[in-house]
């Protein structure tokens, strides 16, 4: 997918065929309406005919010239012999989209031959009917024309007869404007003044080139990665493109970085990744807006911005002195705005920016803290959980899958070391900042709640006996998640929560590569988000690892040829749909910032003497990974507590514990162990739950809950999973064995 754009106007293409089809298209703000989830507008692409009708293309290319920030495509029917070219780009700080058209071989297609431009939903804009008008939302307003004789404006498209446009060497040359505004009146000021689109081409192509000589170059040398693009030429293209992708997320006027496909509000987590590559890449000016953005958004909205809408206009806003009143939101999006600071210093940012923010900074992490147990739940804010990896249970990964069990809308939310980790660094970051900046006083108190956070983690999600960290703890029992989850167990080294040095640092990261490998996102699942094979590649160099080069290769293999990231990708490595748009979420700024910043910190930290001196060129990568081996079932195995128990209830709820001590069989104030059935157990577990090893019954009473056996996310296991032979087989053999099995009516939505 390859994208265009400049703060006011967006498109993409490269998605469908055409590759003229721009799609997305989202004008004259960055900030669209949720009701259009692929862009303001329709899509716009180009058609040839002749008087047989349509020219099918048999062959199109797409992609963009170095140092351009254009879009270059080609559509080409081989019989016919006639090509349509586009030159596609969006003017800095001009709200509109220039498309120069070049017509190739028309004079074979005959004198009735034509170009149709397209755009649906687009009506006659006058009575010379020479554009074409649509309305979006919010009464937003799209004006498509072409600065060429011969047009006709028929609803949903544009009709040029080449025999009326004068051909230079038998190159039809035709410009399309597409002007945005947020009314008619806007969106035809733009059109009204004199310009030169030769002119305007220019401009672009050295905007670009100016702002990438300002970027960070980076020594590279020729890889070997797996596949046939594994030139050094091929590693600087990647770069290049990164940098330009989050350059053109940059939304104007107020300096947020959003996702485009879809079109989103700017949102602080998602943030980190563009911050931390345009700081790695020495674009200190993007960073420092983004920074701005969020503190001038707190100051309007009257609270710490965990999002806002990137058409906020934030130009001219005052300082606050009361940010004691300025509400502090739950989730892990303030903490993140606290870590951003931090790296903007650590980069060499002016400290100034820091003192005058440092209230606010303050603030951030005055919100919401631990509760009475010391921990924090999962906010529903993470980018690889609600409306990510979530999205696959249970139609595309049903069972096993090893997620998290995690449900906030049923109100049940584990306990996550996501949020623990995240609070921590942020802490972390006010001390060492305040030290630098002179606030000593703050500096210590963060410090000492940052180390009491480290200890909480320690002691609670360190899983000895397992050498990793547990990512989540399960709230009614306290039992951890037995085996590791990829973006939380590499979040303390990318956040800086510890250094490689760190006692558990590496025994937790060689469990990742162990039981979950290059790709995928637990031990049983090979789906993944974008950002996860960066967080690894980081890791590994943090740690020095000789496994950097294979993580180096996985990450680059996922990116597309116009650098960029999907949000999820699926077993075979494509980005996957997203269940509520119906589409790929795709070029997002969090995994693409997070992406080139890994790329950068590689080419940064070693050299080509440690290239290893395996040739993978040309190999064939095996279900999106390359590395130690593809994901794998995992060889831990998750085993209920040793000695008999004579209850047990099965449950994510915390009402069918209070219900169960009036169940029959169940004896007035006795406790029962309490099973949550998000722990990633097999299928062998119930067996093992309700036999000793000699064969004897070691239960008495077990009560499936209804929020076991719903095959929701309290669970993550379907309800096939509770009609497997060996858990039907184990509930049949307790029961002949004499023991009860209890599915209350009232409780049970599926029973096995």
Known sequence: MWIIGNGWVFAHAGLRRPYNRLSGLTGPTYQAGAEHPQGTFSDCWLELRSGRGPVESKQGVIGRPRESGVLVTAEGGRGAGAAVVTVDF????????????????GTRLGSDAALLVHLPRGVPHDERRRSLRQIGDAGRVLILTALAPGRWAEPGHLEIRLDQVAAEGGVWCLPLVLA????????VTWLRQPFD????????????????HHTRATELWPQNLPGSTTTTRSIADLIEGTKLNLKMHVAQPGGAVCSMVPPDEGRARDSTGPVRAFLAMGARDEALDVLEYYYRAAIILGRIPTSAPVDLDVTGVGERTDWDAVQVPDGSGPAHIVLQHRWWLEAGGDPDVV??????????????????????PFDGDEPYLHGGLYDVFPERCGWPNDLIADHGSLGYAAWSLDAMVVRAAAHDALAWMGQQTGCAEDAHRHAAEAARLREVIESRFWLRERGHYAPALYPLSGAPHDVPFAPINLAPLWLGAHGAGHPHARANLDAVVDLIGFTG????????????????????????????????????????????????????????????????????????????????KYFTVRRASQEPGEDFRGVTRRSGTFGPGPTRASSASVDPPPGDRRVVLVTADGAEIAAAGTLPGVRAGESFLIIEPGRPFRTDFLAKLLFHPSGTRAADVLILGASALAGDRRSMKPVTFWRSAEVVGALERFTAAGGHVLRPPSWNRASP
Do not use: K
């Open 197 to 212: 689109v030769i002119d305007l081409l220019d401009q672009t192509r050295s905007y670009y080139r100016i702002w990438l």
């Open 355 to 376: 003192r005058r923010h440092w209230p606010y900074l303050m603030r951030c992490l005055s919100g919401p803290r631990a509760t009475a147990e010391d921990l924090l």
């Open 90 to 105: 969006a003017p800095p700080d001009d709200p509109v989209l220039i498309r120069i058209v070049e017509v190739w071989g």
């Open 180 to 187: 945005f505004g947020t009314d008619d009146a806007d969106a």
């Open 521 to 600: 996102i637990t031990p049983n699942c090979d789906y993944t988000v974008g950002a996860a094979p960066a967080y690894l590649l980081w890791a590994l160099l943090e740690a020095a690892s000789d496994l950097a080069p294979l993580a180096l290769a996985n990450l680059a293999a996922f990116a597309s040829p116009g650098g960029e990231w999907a949000h999820v990708y699926g077993p075979g490595g494509a980005p996957d749909t997203n269940a509520v748009f119906g589409f790929p979420r795709r070029a997002g700024p969090m995994e693409s910032g997070t992406c080139l910043e890994a790329l950068l």
